[in-house]
């Protein structure tokens, strides 16, 4: 009886060990996730972004017709919000999620002068097609710029692959002031409102 209860004693000890282990190995992995978001963030503040809209095709659907090439009219806004989608995040699910960002836009219409939104998206070779085909079936009626040959991803090699950190805000210099998307994360859009409308420009976030 009493090796049985020892063995039974040891078999505790070994399960409270190993859930130890494992709890230890999970805030590790937490920590160095974290970690490694923050120096993302950081890297993608420290330099500014290039926005080549001259190198790029501008789509827009007028009245619900299909998909045209529009004239690229290049403006200067105070702030200007970045939506951006690469080559391996799935078009037609980028095209699908754009009418959640009308909300945004019609609050930069608003302002003019304040806000731009600057919606860029690298297709998969071959996709453009399909991605357009995709664009014609949502109601969307503001210009999208589609970079086919990379231009964006190239010429702001500190935006990271984690598509987290596609949807951010620039200030006059085109500097990263606020980072995460307004949609999906309530402080962010909370922080958005206040950077427009205070221009308070010490504040970050991710989404």
């Given amino acids: 009886m009493i090796k049985q209860k020892k063995g039974i004693i040891r078999e505790n000890i070994k399960k409270t060990l190993a859930s130890l282990l494992f709890i230890f190995f999970l805030c590790s992995c937490v920590n160095k996730q974290n970690q490694i978001l923050m120096d993302e963030m950081t890297l993608l503040k420290s330099q500014k972004i290039i926005i080549p809209t001259e190198s790029l095709t501008v789509y ?19 702030f200007k919000f970045i939506v951006y989608s690469d080559s391996i995040e799935c078009g037609s699910c980028y095209m699908n999620q754009l009418t959640g960002w009308l909300k945004y836009i019609y609050y930069a219409q608003e302002h003019p002068d304040k806000l731009g939104f600057y919606f860029i998206f690298s297709p998969r070779v071959g996709k453009l097609e399909e991605v357009l085909k995709s664009f014609n079936e949502i109601y969307f009626e503001y210009p ?7 231009i964006f991803e190239e ?8 598509k987290r950190m596609h949807c951010f805000l620039l200030d006059k210099d085109n500097k990263v002031i606020l980072i995460g998307n307004p949609i999906r994360n309530k402080k962010v859009e909370s922080l958005f409102f206040e950077i427009i409308e205070k221009s308070t420009i010490d504040l970050i976030g991710f989404g």
């Fill in 60 to 78: 827009i659907k007028d009245h619900l017709k299909n998909a045209t090439i529009k004239e690229n009219n290049i403006q200067n806004p105070e």
């Fill in 155 to 162: 010429q702001n090699p500190t935006i990271p692959k984690n």
């Fill in 144 to 150: 999208i710029y589609v970079d086919e040959n990379r």
